[in-house]
């Protein structure tokens, strides 16, 4: 999955800048500032822009009271016969004052319980996450009545309290963000140079806690203002003060509502709305900017995933390889070619592969990371994920063109044509569903007439076939070892009896002993069952000792394809011979490993003729502009000049 | 690298227990937690210059082993003797003075880097950390020729640039520079190239290998792949649940190895060659965990060759010739007459 | 089974402990800080010293504080007085309603706000969870930026706020009732007559309280279930041909309602602040207020008993959330 990652990924920015781009994009997040920044300018300016001074004592009379909006009084007087629009703009000043001054306590509070605790763990951090959580289930509106009520409503009391109650969710978010930090391999790093606690905290925990941490007070003002506000319509607001919440008290109190007196009630509410909107809006954009949450989703609509632009072209091509004579493909990929959107307009990760793979064999699909070999199977499968499509292209199985199937067509093709298994069998069996029911769940929906207790039976077989027993078949995934979770999701695999298995880098981060069990396991199953079996991997021995037939790709195209025992003999392209010596390889310790220099293209800056050209030892002038067509070469195929017959000669 | 030379490094009978894990209803139960032997008796040496791999798979205890080596865990018991001093019974100050001699080349250059730190800083770091070259100029000085020694020249066009715009083999090599700033007489490096390409893979080992020839620096490997290590280590450690099972010279281990493990070990290293499609040795089940060690010899529950006196004698590293070692009762391996008959 | 027993052993025990804590601190919160009532009613200049002195044995303010060491027996303090009243579930006498037991006024007073609190709670868990679930699969387009834009101008509304808009609105363009959960003084002919009459008063603050929440849980539904969609799993689901709408009620909505119940425990305090809220607008004779009445009066033993009250109610729905959970996931047993 590695692969659609980093081709849907930015090009390289310095990370706070990335942020601070993101920050921008929202729109949102600006409104909220300029909102935010409004409401700043009026309270600052009050004295100025007010047209009275609503601290003032007025002389009422009885016919000042509930005056409706005049020119002298633009949003009218409310029960005190005051203007209702200077209050208004003098309430602004005890909101902002109450929300930044609680928000900054709370930060203090949290951000300091949050990086004790996160840092330090052990006992204290244990501790101070006990606090947190009891202050957590207090109902704190509860409590700063019970408190603003014993000590008295002054505006510093309700500061205290609410920034004294309002921390929780700051120490609870610097903690966790601490705990990530702290584990990050640059502050073991440092801890394992020598450096002290302080040195740590201030040079990689406070930097990287940071902004998150004013993102987020960002978000406590906006809870700290609807908390004065609150106190302050329940009549435990600052009585020396003008509030917008004590404006609504009092004129809810004192029959505006009865009175009609609407402009006493609407402007000190939405002066609040907009105020807490603001904040609101400026801190999530803030708080995405900084920790955007990961853009995979894998239940886009159907049908979105291929578009091919042309397609009176691909009908005029489109034949599909007769499959009735011995050794056919059952499976024939042509010119693939997938694309990613992106910023910078859509980035091209596979462009033109062709392969096939015949019944009953075993084909590797290998490559370094980002070499397009994952997009590839992801892209046959129809599993690409959004902003992903192949736009050209065929892919037949069987006669059929996958890439034409439509979605009700599509389902009943997976998994009993051709099924999958996972990189990481960790996240790729549901954690809340027990491993026979998963089992059941895909023989039951693709064979409606298969019965409860048989399609169990089945499951417990299948189970018994991968090595892991039917005993243990109605236990969660979470029981089972890496390597049994990697057996069950291979016996989910085998569950409707395919014609074909995908394996994307089956074996990666297991044990070298459990890896030979699961390769010994699936060598196995296409030997029994005749299955053919795509393996996807970046590891040459792994290729070499299960695989009949060898697809080597490098920067989104295939560089050669041969059969395995020829790959290895005779590699034909420079960047196959290249990868085979810088291979580590047991039978013959003594070689030295040769490395190749540079690094495989990014997507975004891919050269313009042979994709392996500013590494290649024998490029010359034609692989810089020129992309090389695959040539025959050892029985197989090989896309490098190197081997046109025009360039004979060359080394 | 002569066989004269006093060691660098010398480990004693090293010991790390970490205190077992215990719910809270096996705590109002009155269970006890059993201490877990992460590490649990190993002893080696190494000479200036000289590479060895301590290879093993995951829960063998290898990073444990690591982290004592750099004082980052105390040991429960035993010694770990960096020049002639003992790094587990140093003070906090000691310590400190002492891991300018030793340093770390993590597993991941894409995690290993600050993001907000530049080249320069972050080689520089340890030389501040340590107050070691406190002016500027000659902070400069160490950290050009630590980041030429690890092969990025021309300097000046790293220095100011941020992990971001590195490469992974880049990134390895500023975490290798970083390392080299204090001028350390020895180097761990915890799977320093399995998170990288393949075709980026050999040129940071070659280095590593050329920092160790070249400059006399001592380097423990750690690393789960027996085969990356094969063309570059001197001397092989295999571990098992906490114990070294077989020792010696990398050229011995490779093509004698003693230990059944290590056997087992060696024929599933896939080998990039369909030619030579052995048979491995495929061993059923998996590493038990460490806070259920089997009794005797601790592999035997897994040993294709186990007899009846495994489950009963735990059985010790000895000699099967001059630098070979492997722990393992049977003749072969160097244990029938070695090991004492237990009385009962 | 034994972690899982584990499991809810640890969870009571915690809650057993916050409750302890929540007395204490419900304790010194009303003995030792400067507004202490007893004390401030004794500084009255008008009473005599054998007036205090009756009202300091009355109010066991002669004794000490936690712990006595002069005395016969240590434990024959206020503390332990005040335990011993909780135990026998006596909360102290109203000041406010002479002699009227404050447990008495409480349970009435909590009867009315579930009435009110439940079918809110019930129906903003049911839409909020239906509409995030609609926008998380729909991200990005119309519906998921209108239930959005929704929530964060929910979200920025404060609940008395809205109660008075809508309030208003009610009273006039409706002609609903705005005070009250019952018509003082009306004579209903049949109990249908008194349910319609109930239901009428019910139906604004019950709109309001389940406008504040839906957001809320509609937020917290669309990120977890955005959080779902992007497993592993879910592409799983897909390869095997699995429909969306098998997907999603077999894969999507068990995983995505645990972190939902854990945040919906969490966010429990958020509803006893919009009850407090609604009641002191609707006059909804609750424990909201209650509480509000009680700190305009000065009333602090119904204050004392109302915090306690709420206090240990989000601790025990907290559990009750706590033991849902470990009921749905079976990974709990891991610790």
Request: with cysteine.
């Amino acid at each position: 999955m590695t692969a659609m990652l980093e081709a849907t990924a930015p090009p390289a920015v310095e990370p706070s800048r990335r942020a601070w781009r993101r920050f921008l994009g929202h729109r949102i997040g600006l409104v909220g500032a300029a909102m935010l920044g409004i409401a700043l300018v009026i309270a600052v300016a009050a004295p100025l822009v007010a047209p009275y001074d609503p601290y003032e004592p007025v002389r009422v009379t009885i016919l000042d009271i509930y005056q409706p909006p005049s020119a002298a009084h633009p949003l009218g007087t409310d029960d005190g016969g005051n203007d209702v629009l200077s209050s208004l703009i003098y309430g602004a000043r005890v909101s902002l004052l109450v929300g930044f001054a609680a928000a900054a306590m709370a930060l203090l509070i949290g951000g300091v319980v949050g990086i004790v605790a996160g840092y330090r763990g052990g006992w204290i951090g244990s501790l101070l996450m006990r606090i947190t959580d009891f202050f957590l289930v207090i109902p704190d509106l509860a409590l700063q009545i019970v408190l603003v009520a014993i000590i008295g409503p002054s505006l510093g009391t309700i500061i205290v309290v609410i920034g004294a109650l309002g921390w929780t969710t700051t120490a609870r978010l610097v903690r966790s963000q601490t705990l990530t930090v702290r584990e990050r391999k640059y502050v073991l790093r440092a801890k394992a140079i020598g450096a002290g606690d302080v040195h740590v905290l201030r040079r990689h925990i406070v930097p990287a806690v940071l902004p998150l941490m004013l993102a987020n007070m960002v978000l406590v003002i906006s809870l700290a203002i609807l908390s004065e506000s609150t106190l302050a319509f329940l009549g435990l607001g600052d009585p020396t003060v003008i509030s917008w919440g004590q404006m609504l008290n009092f004129a809810f109190g004192r029959g505006a509502v009865s009175a009609g007196a609407w402009w006493a009630l609407l402007p000190p509410g939405f002066a609040i709305v907009w105020v807490v909107l603001g904040t609101t809006l400026l801190g999530t954009a803030l708080e995405d900017a900084l920790n955007p949450r990961p853009k995979r989703h894998h239940l886009e609509a159907p049908g979105s995933d291929v578009a091919i632009p042309v397609p009176a072209a691909h009908v005029a091509v489109a034949r599909p390889p007769t499959t009735t004579e011995a050794g056919a493909p059952i499976l024939s990929v042509r010119d693939l070619a997938i694309e990613f959107d992106a910023p910078g307009g859509p980035l091209r990760a596979v462009d033109g592969v062709s392969f096939d793979l015949r019944r009953g064999e075993t084909l590797g699909l290998v490559g370094e990371s980002g070499c397009g070999k994952t997009t590839t199977v992801l892209g046959v499968l129809r599993l690409l994920p959004p902003g992903g499509r192949v736009v050209g292209g065929q892919v037949w199985f069987d006669g059929e063109d996958l890439l034409a199937l439509d979605g009700r067509a599509l389902r009943s093709f997976r998994w009993t044509r051709l099924s999958l298994v996972f990189q990481g069998a960790m996240n790729a069996l549901n954690p809340v569903r027990t491993v026979e029911d998963q089992i059941t769940e895909a023989i039951r929906l693709h064979d409606p007439g298969a019965s409860r207790p048989a399609s169990s039976r089945r499951a417990g077989e299948l189970l018994e076939r991968v090595g892991i027993g039917k005993r243990r078949a109605r236990e969660y995934p979470h029981t089972y070892s890496g390597g049994m979770r990697q057996r069950a999701m291979i016996a989910l695999a085998l569950a409707c009896d395919p014609d074909v298995i995908v394996a994307d880098e089956p074996t990666t981060a297991l044990d070298v002993m459990i890896q030979a069990q699961i390769l010994e396991l699936l060598g196995g199953i296409a030997r029994d069952f005749g299955m053919g079996i795509i393996l996807v991997t970046h590891d040459l021995g792994v290729v070499a000792q299960t695989c009949d037939r060898v697809v080597v790709m490098y920067g989104g195209v295939v560089a050669e394809e041969n059969a395995a025992t020829r790959v290895f003999a005779e590699p034909q392209h420079p960047y196959t011979q290249q990868l085979l010596r810088s291979f580590p390889d047991l039978a013959h310790p003594d070689r030295p490993l040769r490395g190749i220099p540079g690094s495989p293209p990014r997507l975004d800056a891919m050269p313009a003729g042979c994709r392996f050209a500013p590494r290649c030892p024998h490029a010359f002038e034609r692989c810089a502009v020129e992309r090389p067509p695959d040539y025959p070469a050892a029985g197989g195929r090989a896309s490098c000049f190197l081997l046109d017959p025009a360039e004979e000669g060359r080394p | 690298m002569t066989a004269a030379s006093p060691p660098l490094l010398r480990v004693e009978d090293l010991v790390k227990a970490f205190p077992g894990r215990r719910s809270l209803a096996d705590a109002l139960r009155g269970t006890p937690a059993m201490p877990v032997r992460a590490v649990d008796g190993i002893s080696f040496e190494l000479r200036p210059g000289e590479i060895l791999a301590l290879v093993g798979e995951s829960g063998c205890g290898k990073t444990t082993t690591g982290n004592l080596l750099m004082g980052l865990e105390r040991p429960t018991s035993g010694r770990v003797v960096l020049n002639g001093e003992e790094v587990g019974r140093l003070s906090r100050g000691d310590l400190r003075r002492i891991r300018r001699q030793a340093q770390m080349v993590f597993q991941d250059p894409y995690e290993s880097l600050n993001p907000r730190m530049t080249v320069a800083e972050i080689v520089a770091e340890p030389l501040r950390v340590h107050g070691v070259a406190t002016s500027d100029a000659g902070a400069r000085v160490r950290v050009s020729a630590a980041l030429g020694a690890a092969g990025l020249t021309p300097v000046e066009a790293y220095l100011r640039r941020y992990p971001w715009e590195l490469s992974g083999g880049q990134r390895q090599r500023v975490v290798i520079a970083a390392a080299l700033a204090l001028e350390p007489a020895l180097l761990i490096a915890d799977e320093p190239v399995s998170m990288l390409d393949v075709s980026i893979r050999a040129e940071i080992l070659n280095l590593l290998a050329a920092l160790a020839h070249e400059r006399g620096i001592g380097v423990v490997m750690i690393t789960h792949d027996l085969s990356t290590v094969a063309a570059y280590a001197d001397r092989i450690a295999v571990m098992y649940l906490g114990r070294i099972v077989e020792q010696g010279p990398t050229r011995q281990v490779l093509h004698d190895p003693r230990h059944p493990y290590a056997q087992a070990l060696l024929s599933v290293v896939p080998v990039p060659d369909p030619q030579l499609r052995r048979p491995p040795v495929i061993l059923r089940g998996e590493t038990p965990d460490a806070s259920r060690m089997p009794s005797g010899c601790r592999f035997h529950p897994r040993c294709p060759k186990a007899f009846d006196r495994c489950p009963v004698v735990d059985p010790a590293l000895v000699m099967v010739d001059g630098t070979h070692a492997a722990a393992c009762l049977l003749p072969e391996a160097g244990g029938g007459g070695a090991e004492p008959t237990p009385s009962g | 089974m034994s972690g899982r027993g584990g499991y809810l052993v640890s969870k009571i025990a915690w809650a057993l402990v916050t409750v302890a804590v929540v007395v204490t601190f419900n304790f010194v919160l009303f003995r030792v800080l400067p507004g202490d009532p007893a004390k401030s009613g004794m500084r009255d200049p008008r009473l005599n010293p054998e007036a205090v002195e009756t009202l300091r044995q009355r109010f066991g303010l002669d004794k000490e504080l936690f712990l006595d060491l002069d005395g016969d027996n240590p434990l024959d303090t206020q503390f332990t007085a005040y335990l011993a009243a909780l135990g026998r579930g006596d909360l102290g006498t109203s000041y406010a309603f002479r002699d009227q037991p404050v447990a008495d006024l409480i349970g009435n007073a909590l009867v009315n706000t579930l009435w009110l609190v439940l079918p809110s709670q019930v129906l903003a868990i049911l839409l909020g969870s239906a509409l995030g679930l609609f926008a998380a699969w729909r991200r990005g387009r119309a519906i998921d930026l209108a239930s959005l834009s929704f929530s964060l101008f929910t979200w920025s509304l404060p609940t008395f706020f809205l109660g008075i808009i809508l309030l208003v609105a009610g009273a006039n363009w409706y002609g609903l009732p705005t005070a009250g959960r019952i018509t003082i003084g009306a004579e209903f002919e049949s109990f249908a007559e008194l349910a319609w009459d109930i239901g009428r008063h019910l139906l604004l603050p019950t709109l309001t309280l389940t406008l504040i929440l839906l957001g809320e849980y509609m937020l917290i539904m669309r990120s977890s279930v955005l959080d779902v969609f992007g497993e592993d799993y879910i592409l799983t689901a897909r390869a095997k041909g699995l429909s969306t709408y098998r997907i999603i009620r077999h894969h999507a909505l068990r995983n995505a309602m645990l972190p939902m119940v854990t945040l919906i425990a969490l966010n429990l305090g958020f509803t006893v602040s919009g009850a407090i809220q609604v009641e002191a607008v609707y006059s909804w004779p609750g424990l909201g207020a209650l509480t509000v009445n009680a700190v305009g009066d000065r009333d602090y033993p119904v204050l004392q008993g109302a915090f306690l009250l709420l206090a240990v109610a989000v601790v025990v729905a907290n559990l009750l959330a706590e033991l849902v959970y470990g009921w749905l996931d079976p990974r709990v047993s891991e610790g």
